[in-house]
């Protein structure tokens, strides 16, 4: 593929201010980052500080035309249609892209400070999750603005250009390469980082512990294929087996004592088990998400937290005005520009990586091995602490019930574990994003309909699936997805 001039750097250092501040100093104040302390500090700059959330539910089939009283932004509505979305605002790709390569300029200027240490010695835990950072920010890029990995076609698909040096000049050469070639570098870094890991942190939710590694590790080897793999990092990140007692605990936040901040704290808090990686991200969804034009109703909701026909009762559904259904996730941050300013801005905290999905990752292997009884096991493991007052007779998942629930949509016992299985994650990440991440893995068909009846489809191998890049990269002649 042809290289071509990129304004990475430019995008990278415009994007985030912890990161811009870092970068704008002279190189002789830069020196001062010259112990592993100071260096873990700039690595707080190393996750993207922006979510995928807005667009990637309004892509999905989670979401319907709902009311035109809803708010209007083209993160939502552009990405209901799959449009190209082309707002530079937070919540969309555009923001999403440049806070991921704000990240990995902070993950390399990390790890050139430890390459180049008197002692690297003493660096190794820095060095570790300055990898895996660099790698997950990579990772989700290619994820999203590319297409999803086919062992077929990944060698000529285009990726996404995977940086490694940090950015001392506006305007560098840079070859976006293949989807292959992405992959190869992220799992480069990740067998490198994950060893060096020492989870020495104050606040371990925020960072890439061993077992966040491993889960991401275990996401990254589901999306290549490689299904023993899947297996065996989800192992590795769990080696007891104990993900039902490390779940996000729905059951402990149930009767009228429990208040909506109740749950929204839990949700993503640090103490949280289930949370393995949180995300501190510049984001207006947490008090947007219920009340977009594009969501979700009441009985889509409850058709989406009910898997196999059984409802999850642990999780608190709530509305707005009685027309915006939602499961209570999201805490609002407001930072104001000053004490007693009106204005200011969103945060929200989002879970990156998490508990379930390592358990899920490995149930889709076994079952991806024919290994179903060990896939039910999986699967019952998380349902049993999202039911209340669970019996296993009427909620337990047998093959009998399996094959009967989903037995007139196919007759093959894999697609159907398959189906259950997704349908199960549906579930579980509402709101989260995690839905299109699945349509695009497995290349799944969405059809969305508005309220006037008109129907869009989106094909399976549908082009508008991968993100459009951002417009200032044409800038340097880098072509753009295609339409």
């Known amino acids: 593929m042809k290289k071509r001039y990129l304004y990475i750097a430019?995008?990278?250092?415009?994007s985030t201010t912890g990161c811009k501040k870092y970068l704008e100093q002279a190189p002789d104040q830069r020196a001062v980052l010259n112990t592993p302390e100071k260096v873990a500090e700039l690595l707080v700059t190393a996750y993207p500080a922006a979510n995928y959330f807005t667009f990637a539910e309004a892509m999905s089939d989670n979401a319907m035309d709902v009311?035109?009283?809803?708010?209007?932004?083209?993160a939502n509505e552009d990405a209901y249609f799959w449009r190209d979305i082309t707002t530079t605002a937070q919540d969309g790709p555009t923001y999403y892209?440049?806070?991921?390569?704000?990240?990995?300029?902070s993950a390399n200027q990390a790890l050139d400070i430890c390459n180049k240490a008197t002692n690297p010695q003493l660096y190794s835990g820095q060095k570790g999750e300055a990898l895996?950072?660099?790698?997950?920010?990579?990772?989700?890029?290619?994820?999203?603005?590319?297409?999803?990995?086919?062992?077929?076609?990944?060698?000529?698909?285009?990726?996404?250009p995977y940086v490694t040096e940090p950015e001392k000049i506006v305007v560098k050469n840079y070859d976006r390469k293949t989807v292959a070639y992405v992959y190869d570098m992220i799992e480069k870094d990740l067998k490198e980082g994950i060893p060096l890991l020492n989870d020495k942190y104050a606040i371990p939710a925020y960072h890439f512990t061993r077992r966040a590694a491993h889960a991401f590790a275990s996401r990254f080897y589901l999306w290549k294929r490689n299904y023993d793999k899947v297996i065996e990092e989800a192992n590795l990140a769990f080696p007891t087996n104990d993900f039902a007692a490390n779940v996000r605990p729905w059951l402990n936040y149930q009767g009228a004592s429990v208040t909506v901040n109740d749950l929204q704290t839990f949700y993503t808090s640090a103490t949280n088990p289930g949370n393995l990686l949180l995300g501190e991200t510049v984001s207006n969804y947490c008090v947007y998400y219920y009340?977009?034009?594009?969501?979700?109703?009441?009985?889509?909701?409850?058709?989406?937290?009910?898997?196999l026909g059984s409802r999850w009762d642990a999780l608190k559904v709530y509305s707005t005005s009685s027309t915006f259904y939602f499961v209570m996730k999201y805490l609002a941050y407001f930072k104001r520009v000053s004490i007693n300013a009106n204005t200011g801005t969103y945060y929200t905290m989002v879970p990156l990586l998490t508990t379930e999905e390592t358990l899920l990752n490995r149930a889709e292997a076994l079952l991806s091995k024919d290994m179903y009884a060990e896939a039910l096991n999986d699967m019952n493991a998380l349902?049993?602490?999202?039911?209340?007052?669970?019996?296993?007779?009427?909620?337990?998942?047998?093959?009998?019930?399996?094959?009967?629930?989903?037995?007139?949509?196919?007759t093959d016992k894999k697609e159907a574990y398959r189906l259950a299985l997704l349908d199960i994650k549906r579930a579980e990440f509402l709101n989260?994003?995690?839905?299109?991440?699945?349509?695009?893995?497995?290349?799944?068909p969405v059809t969305h309909t508005t309220s006037r009846g008109e129907v869009f489809d989106l094909a399976a191998d549908d082009k508008r699936k991968l993100l459009q890049l951002p417009e200032e990269v044409t800038l340097s002649g880098v072509p753009l997805n295609p339409r």
């Open 10 to 14: 430019a995008v990278a250092l415009l």
């Open 383 to 410: 349902v049993k602490t999202r039911v209340l007052n669970y019996n296993t007779t009427q909620h337990l998942i047998t093959d009998a019930r399996v094959m009967s629930y989903y037995g007139s949509r196919t």
């Open 291 to 307: 009340r977009y034009q594009f969501a979700m109703s009441q009985p889509r909701v409850i058709q989406l937290i009910s898997p």
């Open 97 to 105: 892209w440049n806070a991921c390569y704000a990240a990995i300029a």
């Open 432 to 444: 989260e994003g995690m839905r299109w991440l699945d349509i695009l893995r497995l290349k799944m």
């Open 67 to 74: 009311s035109l009283t809803g708010i209007h932004l083209p």
């Open 132 to 160: 895996v950072a660099r790698a997950y920010a990579h990772f989700m890029l290619v994820t999203l603005f590319s297409k999803a990995y086919d062992p077929a076609t990944a060698g000529q698909d285009a990726g996404i």
